[in-house]
T-cell receptor, first 114, second 113 residues
Framework: EPEVTQTPSHQVTQMGQEVILRCVPISNHLYFYWYRQILGQKVEFLVSFYNNEISEKSEIFDDQFSVERPDGSNFTLKIRSTKLEDSAMYFC????????????FGDGTRLSIL | GDSVTQMEGPVTLSEEAFLTINCTYTATGYPSLFWYVQYPGEGLQLLLKATKADDKGSNKGFEATYRKETTSFHLEKGSVQVSDSAVYFCALSSNFGNEKLTFGTGTRLTIIP
């Protein structure tokens, strides 16, 4: 069964550094998402992406965050200048269409900011 | 805005016990409802879904029925197994043009042999 793959599985970064989290969505999917889960808290929506542009973003997704689909297969989340509070598990998801279709999640990247 | 309220955990049951995890939601219109499961060290996996009122989603012995009148989507299983130990998340997707999932806090379930 096709899977969403995320790399790396764990990223440790100094505060203030840039970090790029990578995702390869399922190949025929058209909608892409990033979520995060701070330890012990609920999964929170960050951003959705369709047709090469952001379709919705949350309050969390400020100017320090950006997303890109550089080559038709990868989908990346960049944090420009990381803060301690960015430490979380970041999940990528993709779906065939929007609302009625389930989103398929990757195993996540654990981001630790020191 | 949309929200999902889930039964607080953790929940510990003996093998073969009956399971109910409560989930209620607040949303405008008619959302789609989902249960996702997260096994230790893994990502979120779709367990089941329902897209309209009175629909019943089912998978691996788990069931949940979309109850519009009580705005609920409770997860049930008649006889749990040790392998069902995981964190369970209730989620909704609004029907007003956006596709994002709004999650509950998750319920950690532990099954004792």
């Amino acid at each position: 069964e096709p899977e969403v793959t995320q790399t790396p599985s764990h990223q440790v970064t100094q505060m203030g550094q840039e970090v790029i989290l990578r995702c390869v969505p399922i190949s025929n999917h058209l909608y892409f998402y990033w979520y995060r889960q701070i330890l012990g808290q609920k999964v929170e929506f960050l951003v959705s992406f369709y047709n090469n542009e952001i379709s919705e973003k949350s309050e969390i997704f400020d100017d320090q965050f950006s997303v890109e689909r550089p080559d038709g297969s990868n989908f990346t989340l960049k944090i420009r200048s990381t803060k301690l509070e960015d430490s979380a598990m970041y999940f990528c998801a993709s779906s065939v269409r929007g609302r009625d279709q389930p989103q398929h999640f990757g195993d996540g990247t654990r981001l630790s900011i020191l | 805005g949309d929200s999902v309220t889930q039964m607080e955990g953790p929940v510990t049951l003996s093998e073969e016990a009956f399971l109910t995890i409560n989930c209620t939601y607040t949303a405008t219109g008619y959302p789609s409802l989902f249960w996702y499961v997260q096994y230790p060290g893994e990502g979120l996996q779709l367990l089941l879904k329902a897209t309209k009122a009175d629909d019943k989603g089912s998978n691996k012995g788990f069931e949940a029925t979309y109850r519009k009148e009580t705005t609920s989507f409770h997860l049930e299983k008649g006889s749990v197994q040790v392998s069902d130990s995981a964190v369970y998340f209730c989620a909704l997707s609004s029907n007003f043009g956006n596709e994002k999932l709004t999650f509950g806090t998750g319920t950690r379930l532990t099954i004792i042999p």
